[in-house]
């Protein structure tokens, strides 16, 4: 027969007078150790974050004293704060929080909505949100209402600056209710959670149609399709904004070149997540987009407002970056691979070189040697990272003409992914023919044309005006066999409005005292388009159109008969 556990034994009283002489933090830890005995055992951890310093640190002494192991928490993104809270509760946490909104919009509850729509199934029970400030019983009724649709069981309410002894026992009382409801559940059985308040949080049908449409967002976003792209995130703003939303809307507006509406949403999500350099870094590339696009509209004087605020969001960007090295300088694997990706695509979006600006470009020129500089001590980090870092940095790269390193980049990222390879040659050429090295330029897109790539055409068009600019340069430095060569590969691919190549190839043989050739080559561009000569395109090939004058005064003599007449 198994001989019954005995029962552990009471800790002996402490007499009232004894406990009225005792120091304040040993005192209420005495009169709260049974009292939260049920709490501890439930939750043997507590982690916990509080805007007041004196308090977080002095719970801590005394949560140990009543067996519960601290885990005070610094100030953290929202982002980080709700794959915290997810984590803690997982892991059988206590969790307090004092949420302080970053802005009028975004509360306790948004967060709470936040952390239920990344993980639906978290019972939210063991959250217990803190409140500072003189709240009414009848605004209390509110706040609880609201809860209860996150089934929270219990809530702080803090008086603000009183002494911090009164705010600690109105935070262990808290927990003592919580402990209570939760012991009654357990000891009637009823550890359900309550249906899901329509105003506090979304059920699971509107949390599966807010995942379904920035899938289909994501989707269209692909698809070069960004005026859907911007509906569908609308309607799942139109749910429950956040970052995410937020940014990915900012993306379409961005991709669509609706400038003003994408820094909207940017400054929005930066309002949320003031810790993290991507949305600064996004309203950088919104305001140096727009000023050449003001330039042509509205001047020289607000173009540059736009770039000195585009300037002011890239440098915040970059102090966000340092402040994360900083706070992580021990605990590198916490930051991400790439600090600087942000800060390196919004450059890489952006290109406002030769506007005229006084000063600009040079000004742009040092901030971008200064990331590229500091991306080239990570360089095993970013061959780790993604794809589009990677071309980010070999675009900037190209664009400061360090062609050798840009090439090798942009030829691994095709060689590890030959599906996707066209982008990122085509990138390549693209800046490239920035630089007016078209010749590069012209060899890049016809090795990209060997294979059977995406938007054939339009490559074809691009590699058709690199070989053009290409040839007429050789033809200035007398290389007029090496121009030939380049107009008839650009003919291999049967480009749009090849008529005009033909013209190109046909002034260059009369450049060269070859008027059999010219001509034929004048009558196949002819009979490429019958009606090329009437064409205002025509002007500039008046040789040419000598040449077909003369052509048709010897078809006119060569006539059968002509000469008796």
């Known amino acids: 027969m198994t001989k019954p556990t ?15 002489n005792l120091p304040f ?13 049920f709490v501890g055992k439930r939750h043997p951890h507590a982690s916990y974050r509080l805007e007041d310093t004196a308090l977080a640190t002095d719970l801590a002494e005394i949560f140990k004293k009543i067996g519960l192991e601290p885990h005070p928490q610094p100030d953290q993104a929202v982002k980080v704060l709700i794959h915290n809270i997810i984590k803690w509760i997982d892991g059988g946490h206590l969790v307090l929080l004092h949420f302080k909104p970053k802005f009028t919009d975004f509360n306790i509850v948004h967060l709470l909505r936040e952390v239920k729509l990344a993980s639906p199934s978290v019972s939210l029970k063991p959250f217990i949100p803190v409140f500072v400030g003189n709240i009414s019983s009848q605004k209390q009724q509110e706040v609880f209402r609201l809860l209860g649709g996150f089934s929270i069981r219990a809530a702080c309410f803090l008086t603000p600056n009183a002494p911090t002894e009164k705010n600690i026992e109105e935070t262990l009382a808290a927990l003592e209710r919580y402990g209570a409801v939760m012991k009654a559940e357990l000891e009637g059985g009823a550890l359900r959670d309550t249906p899901l308040d329509r105003d506090a949080e979304p059920d699971p049908a509107a949390t599966a149609k807010y995942k379904q449409l920035l899938a289909k967002g994501d989707e269209l ?11 569908s995130f609308s309607e799942a703003i139109a749910l429950g904004p956040n970052f995410e939303a937020l940014m990915e809307r900012g993306d379409a507006y961005y991709k ?13 999500a930066a309002r949320l997540e003031k810790t993290v350099p991507d949305p600064y870094a996004k309203i950088g590339a919104c305001c140096l ?29 970059e102090t966000i970056v340092k402040k994360m090295e900083e706070d992580n300088r021990n605990f590198p694997e916490k930051l991400p691979a790439v600090p600087y990706a942000p800060i390196l ?33 990570r360089e095993d980090a970013i061959s780790d990272d993604s794809v589009d870092t990677r071309i980010d940095r070999a675009i900037l790269l190209t664009r400061y003409r360090q062609y050798e390193e840009a090439e090798r980049i942009f030829r691994s990222v095709a060689a590890e992914d030959p599906v996707n390879s066209a982008a990122a040659y085509n990138n390549f050429a693209v800046e490239l023919r920035k630089n007016e090295q078209n010749g590069k330029a012209f060899d890049i897109y016809r090795e990209l044309l060997v294979n059977d790539v995406p938007d054939r055409d339009i490559i074809v068009e691009n590699m058709k005006l690199a070989g053009l600019k290409h040839a007429a340069a050789l033809k200035e430095s007398n ?10 590969a650009i003919m291999d691919y049967r480009p749009k409005s090849r008529e005009w190549v033909l013209c190109e190839l046909a002034n260059t043989f009369l450049e060269m005292q ?19 000569m009437e064409s205002e395109k025509f002007a500039p090939y008046r040789d040419l159109a000598s040449l077909r004058k003369e052509m048709m005064k010897k078809l006119l003599e060569s006539e059968p008969g002509r000469q008796i007449r």
């Open 514 to 532: 070859d008027q059999a050739r010219a001509a034929f080559t004048l009558m196949e561009a002819i009979y490429v388009n019958p009606k090329m």
């Open 479 to 488: 290389r007029h066999d090496e121009a030939i060569a380049v107009y008839r």
């Open 256 to 268: 669509a070149k609706e400038f003003i509406p994408a820094l909207g949403d940017y400054r929005e």
């Open 289 to 317: 987009s727009l000023v050449g696009v003001t330039m042509k509209a509205e001047g020289a004087a607000k173009a540059r407002q736009w770039f000195d605020m585009g300037m002011k969001y890239l440098a915040d960007a």
């Open 25 to 37: 933090k040993q005192r209420v830890a005495v009169a709260y150790a049974d009292r939260l005995e």
């Open 221 to 231: 976003m692909r698809a070069g399709d960004f005026v859907a792209a911007i509906k």
């Open 345 to 377: 695509s919004a450059l890489a979006e952006t290109d406002i070189r030769g506007l005229g600006l006084e000063g600009i470009d040079e000004r742009l020129d040092v901030f971008a040697a200064a990331v590229l500089q500091k991306t080239t001590a």
């Open 6 to 20: 005995p029962a552990a034994p009471k800790k002996p009283a402490v007499s009232p007078e004894l406990l009225k």
